[in-house]
């Protein structure tokens, strides 16, 4: 094994999931930019809905609801379905991407961020988590996905404290769970 198999890497939870979703996605079938895509998607519904129960963002009035709803209704707009969010998508001439603020997103805007955020470890954490991504089969996985990442994500402090803080990835952990696969 090597040294880099049990580093401890400091870093906050929105790349985590974000790379992971993106395995998760890779691994149930999407091509790797599709799966960026969709990645940063989740990430980014995830950190909209924890910013809304701490009080950091404030839910969208009734009226705007109303008005999102009505326009995705007229646009017939697709979502995928992913670690127990639906993500609005549209298609591209480069295949599926998913949404932020009705523009695709780029995978090569995601993959930036994530290299930014992992920096040299990049490369290591994709195989970690892609080796557990593997070691199930694409309908378990589909199932247990988000479960996983709540067992190797990062541990920051509770509430408001831990919003945007950093802790510990460790690559031992997710291996560990590959193993028990």
Excluded: C
């Excluded at 079938?29 to 940063?40: N, Q, T, V």
């Excluded at 805007?109 to 955020?117: A, D, N």
């Excluded at 988000?146 to 690559?171: C, D, I, M, N, T």
């Amino acid at each position: 094994m090597s040294r880099r198999a049990n580093e401890k890497i400091l870093v906050n939870r929105a790349p985590v999931l974000t790379l992971w979703a993106a395995v998760v996605a890779e691994r149930l079938g999407f091509d790797w930019d599709e799966a960026l895509s969709l990645g940063k998607a989740l990430a980014g519904l995830n950190a909209q809905a924890k910013g809304q129960r701490l009080g950091i963002f404030a839910p969208r009035a009734p009226s705007d609801v109303e008005r999102a709803r009505a326009e995705t209704e007229r646009k017939k707009r697709l979502t995928v379905a992913l670690m127990g969010r639906l993500i609005p998508v549209t298609h591209t001439p480069d295949g599926l991407r998913a949404l932020a603020k009705e523009r695709p997103i780029t995978p090569e805007s995601v993959e930036r961020y994530l290299r930014s955020k992992f920096s040299d470890h990049y490369e290591t954490v994709l195989a970690a988590m892609r080796e557990l991504a593997e070691a199930f089969e694409p309908e378990e996985l589909a199932e247990v996905a988000f479960s996983l990442y709540e067992q190797f994500r990062p541990e920051v402090p509770e509430g408001v404290r831990g919003w945007g803080a950093k802790g510990e990835l460790r690559l031992d952990r997710i291996r560990g769970l590959a193993k028990q696969a």
